[in-house]
């Protein structure tokens, strides 16, 4: 019945209210039972119903509880509480968006209540709808303007909605208010910094330095003010005072890049000039006699000098490494060969050192021998060296002349595994690797390394078990522990590893749990929007929601996404081939899940006395049936317009995004993603086989409207001209790969073939690597090409790579 | 090049990366995000290239409202394949002063597996924390640890920055 809960008598009016509070409580049974008490006597309240369904909704029965929230609805549309039910029983589902909707009905109502405005606004944050928020957070405000959460609240909304402006007004009028519960003294010092960067971001430096000064009695995070000084000190170019306040904060921290390079532009220095060279190495050595522990100040001469400043200050920074045997010497410079003159010189450098060392057993300008080890890390560094240039063979023998001077040295094994990796002998790599971990079986990053390496291998069960020696013991289910722990990056290597065993579904699943710990990601922000402003936390509160904003960026989820949709695409391309991918039964006899690795799952859940075996995600859909038998181009097409949205700047999102938009004959959005590539990078080596695809694609496909294929035509003619798909394909390997893929769409499988096999010729020597090399392989298995094409491409391509076990 | 920094919201991902790669205590990454929310001050990374390749993630020990604060370290770690650079003495050192200075923290505590013995020669030796106690089956897998602690009032800088600029 419509009647709401205040026309109800007294009793199941009280029921009502108990009801709600047990659903505070998280009492979910009682309340069920609350609920069904007055349904016996008014089996058609709606109110009731909804809140019935709610407790449903907590005690896993959600369908019937979805039910009855819509039959309470049906039956009393109006009503607040019942919107504001639904809203909540939607919101833990994160269906944010139909939260948000019934929030909306439930104000309809009931304009000024504080619970359903408070959450809303929570929910407007969340979906970035801030206008919303600040007017939910107005009312909330002029409600009670001395709650913080509600004034803090409002400045965070002002703020993530660009007026820095209104935020301070809020803050200026409420911050002496007579608060409760008052801010305590962090608090306080919290609020202060927060305003004083707002004051910055509103523009006006010099008003935020003299509030910096007004501030500074209550501060107590100490760094935090001394680094607004320092920059806003800079900002408003006055320099003497900044660079005396970044030396303080140098005194503080001297690894810290942000003050050494603000300390730099302070001495009017432009570290990337190099007329400037000089002062600044200059000004490099001051700092690095005042703080002489700095890694980085010892590091950072190396970046700005050239010439035979360079090999002067990379001799001092290699001397102290070797001794030192500091095993990242070779990483910490790597970025330095972008420079072709310096990546040679420290190769000589280092070469001239291990001279030295093995002649006469010291540098040429010590006094005293050096220790033994200086010779190994100088193998060490120089095996790093030649494999970065792609001399292997070189890089080996090195790295086990390092090896056979300190055997029981584990970092030598380990780039010696890596310079395997990139020669092409996977197994190579995975043993060595092995060999390492076992001289330290209790260090975790070395069981990870060959773990990854077990996975290059395709050795999925092996690399299980090896992962499983390190999951918490205490774990109910381990493989659902290593999923919640959220291993993004062994969750999409196992996912490759399937996919090049042919194991779509498997790949497919392991994909969307890389996935889902993203939308899980995401969706962690949700509590922030009132713990951080209760604790008034609230310049990392913002630096979390800007972060959240871009939190797909990551190059983890791009990847899991990317190969999801290409993994979809293959499943839709092979049923129009009428060679439809059959999900892989697999036989396992032994799971190693639980407790000792010894008891099987369902003996383990009777043992703990629960009557039901718990089924846990992992467990369900083994072979990944759901994704194959999904309609596979949606799929694709959700995944790659959520890249579209959120990775924009890829080029690879773009690629994606054609494919699909090709096959689902959306011929404008395909015109759409290579215009978008084109517009990052005009010479993408993608871009002449997609504009003859495109063409080739409006040419046969009769069921598209012809008025609709003249603008397109002509777009493309102007936007490219004629295009051959061979374009480039006679220098870039890259060009060959995409004429070769785009060729094999249209069923040209003897000319892609011709393409490939020339792959590892002279020619082709800029950009090839191995990974290319390799995906030239399997393009070339895909075209058709006989026995005998196949293994010359192997023999040649062995000729490039001549330790690869992979061809 | 290392750079050695307060962590930020887009760190977390990354500190959970690295805890993954080198530790058996993992945590989600709302874990990380709640440290950042509650005591942004205390938590910092080592990265190169915007990777981490250190953290320590640093809390404050509210449960006894009587007791002063301790400062507690909740996990530090550093990749293997960037030791003997002074990381770990770097980040510790950072945090340990900011739980002395943004919270009053007159102690700061953390748990290191017995068996850990590089962990408790960084905390003994080069940090000068003290056993305060053995804690039996501490950990997950039931190995015991020692509860170290540290005395860092001294890390309290009291001096006035001038108001002069």
Redesign the interface.
């Known amino acids: 019945m419509s009647m709401t809960v205040t026309e109800l008598p007294h009793k199941e009016q009280a029921l009502f209210r108990s009801a709600l509070k047990l659903y505070e409580a998280s009492q979910y049974k009682k309340g069920l039972k609350v609920s069904d008490q007055i349904l016996k006597k008014f089996p058609d309240h709606g109110e009731t119903l909804s809140v019935k369904g709610m407790f449903l909704a907590h005690l896993e029965r959600k369908e019937e509880g979805y039910e009855l929230m819509e039959r309470g609805l049906k039956i009393n549309p109006q009503s607040s509480i019942s919107w504001h039910v639904y809203g909540l029983v939607c919101r833990s589902d994160k269906k944010y968006a139909q939260a948000i909707k019934c929030y909306e009905e439930a104000l309809k109502a009931d304009s000024e209540n504080m619970h359903i405005l408070r959450e809303v606004a929570s929910l407007y944050v969340q979906m970035r709808q801030y206008s919303k928020a600040v007017e939910c957070r107005e009312k909330l405000v002029a409600m009670n303007p001395f709650f913080p959460s509600f004034w803090l609240g409002l400045a965070t909304t002002h703020h993530m909605n660009g007026r820095y402006d209104l935020a301070i007004k809020v803050i200026s009028a409420h911050e002496s208010g007579n608060n409760q519960p008052p801010l305590d003294k962090?608090q306080i010092?919290e609020l202060s910094l927060y305003k004083n960067w707002l004051i910055e971001l509103n523009g006006d430096y010099q008003q935020a330095?003299d509030h910096l000064?007004e501030i500074?009695p209550q501060i107590?995070?100490?760094?935090?003010?001394?680094e607004k000084?320092a920059r806003l000190?800079l900002k408003a170019d006055?320099k003497e005072?900044a660079a005396t306040?970044f030396q303080d904060l140098l005194e503080?921290?001297s690894?810290?890049?942000?003050y050494i390079t603000g300390y730099m532009e302070c001495n009017g220095l432009d570290m990337k000039c190099d007329e400037d060279q000089d002062a600044v190495l200059e000004v490099i050595g001051t700092l690095q006699q005042q703080f002489p522990?700095s890694?980085?100040l010892r590091?950072?001469p190396l970046?700005y000098s050239t010439g035979d400043n360079f090999v002067v200050a990379a001799e001092s920074l290699a001397k102290y490494a070797l001794r030192?045997?500091?095993?990242?010497l070779f990483?910490?410079v790597r970025?330095l060969y972008a420079d072709k003159v310096k990546g040679a010189a420290l190769g000589t450098l280092i070469e001239s050192c291990a001279t030295q060392i093995r002649d006469t057993k010291r540098f040429s300008d010590s006094t005293d021998d050096e220790p033994a080890s200086v010779l190994l890390w100088c193998n060490y560094y120089l095996a790093q060296h030649y494999d970065y240039y792609g001399d292997h063979e070189r890089a080996l023998t090195l790295i086990e002349e390092a090896i056979r001077s300190s055997p029981k040295t584990i970092?030598p094994y380990?780039i010696k595994a890596r310079i395997l990796k990139h020669a092409g002998d996977f197994r190579g790599a995975r043993d060595t690797m092995d060999y390492a971990r076992q001289q330290d079986v209790?260090?975790?990053?070395?069981t990870?390394k060959f773990i990854k390496y077990m996975l290059r291998v395709n050795e999925v069960d092996e690399a299980e078990k090896t992962y499983l020696l390190?999951?918490?013991?205490?774990a109910p289910h381990k493989i659902q522990e290593i999923v919640?722990?959220?291993?993004t990056?062994y969750m999409n290597e196992r996912g490759h590893a399937f996919r090049r065993m042919g194991d779509i579904g498997r790949a497919l699943k392991h994909y969307h749990q890389a996935i889902g710990v993203f939308d899980?990601?995401q969706d962690?922000?949700y509590?922030?929007h009132q713990?951080?402003v209760r604790?008034v936390?609230l310049?990392?509160?913002i630096?979390?929601l800007?972060?959240?904003t871009?939190v797909y960026e990551?190059p983890a989820y791009q990847t899991a996404a990317r190969a999801a949709a290409e993994c979809y695409l293959e499943l839709a391309d092979r049923k129009a081939a009428g060679n439809a991918f059959v999900p892989i039964e697999v036989e396992k006899d032994d799971k190693p899940l639980t407790r000792n690795g010894s008891a099987q799952q369902g003996q383990h859940n009777l043992a703990a006395g629960v009557g039901e075996t718990k089924v846990y995600d992992v467990e369900k859909d083994p072979n990944g049936t759901k994704f194959v038998e999904s309609d596979n181009l949606a799929e694709a097409l959700k995944l790659a317009e959520h890249l579209e949205s959120v990775a924009a700047s890829n080029p690879d999102t773009h690629v994606l995004a054609f494919e699909v938009h090709l096959r689902m004959q959306k011929y404008f959005l395909v015109l759409k993603a290579i215009n978008a590539l084109k517009a990052i990078d005009a010479t993408h080596p993608a871009l002449p086989s997609m504009v003859v695809r495109l063409s080739q694609a409006l040419d046969t496909d009769e069921s598209f409207a012809a008025p609709l294929k003249v603008p397109l035509r002509a777009q493309l003619a102007k936007a490219f001209g004629a295009v051959d798909i061979t374009t480039g394909a006679d220098e870039s390997i890259d060009s060959v790969l995409a004429a070769a893929k785009s060729m094999l769409a249209m069923g040209d499988g003897d000319q892609a073939a011709a393409l490939l096999v020339q792959t590892p010729e002279a020619k082709y020597v800029e950009g090839r690597t191995l990974l290319k090399l390799l995906e030239v392989k399997r393009l070339l298995a895909k075209s058709g090409a006989d026995e005998s094409t196949q293994a010359a491409f192997g023999a040649a391509a062995k000729t490039v790579f001549p330790l690869a076990t992979c061809f | 090049m290392i750079t050695i920094r307060q962590a930020e919201a887009r760190d977390a991902v990354g500190m959970q990366a690295c805890n993954l790669t080198n530790l058996p205590e993992n945590y989600q990454l709302k874990y990380y995000l709640y440290h950042l929310a509650t005591w942004p001050e205390l938590s910092f990374v080592a990265t190169t290239n915007d990777r981490v390749v250190g953290y320590v993630l640093g809390k404050m020990n509210d449960d006894d409202p009587t007791t002063p604060l301790d400062g507690h370290i909740t996990s530090l770690s550093v990749l293997r394949s960037y030791r003997r650079l002074g990381l770990a003495e770097r980040l510790m050192t950072q945090a340990q002063r900011s739980m002395a200075e943004v919270f009053g923290a007159h102690c700061v505590s953390l748990h290191v597996r017995v068996s850990n013995v590089a962990a408790f020669s960084l905390y003994k030796n080069t940090l000068k924390f003290d056993i305060k106690d053995t804690e039996k089956k501490y950990y997950g897998d039931g190995e015991d640890a020692y509860a170290m602690k540290k005395d860092i009032r001294e890390m309290y800088l009291s001096e006035m920055d001038s108001l002069d600029f």
């Open positions: 962090y010092s330095l000064k500074r107590v995070d100490i760094t935090g003010w001394k000084k000190l006055r005072a306040a503080r921290n690894e810290n890049d942000d522990s890694n980085r590091f950072l970046m030192k045997g500091i095993p990242s990483s910490s970025v970092e380990m209790g260090d975790r990053y070395l990870t390190f999951v918490n013991e205490d919640n722990m959220q291993a990056w899980t990601y962690d922000q509590d922030f713990y951080s604790k936390t310049r990392s509160y630096d979390i800007q972060w959240e871009t990551n």
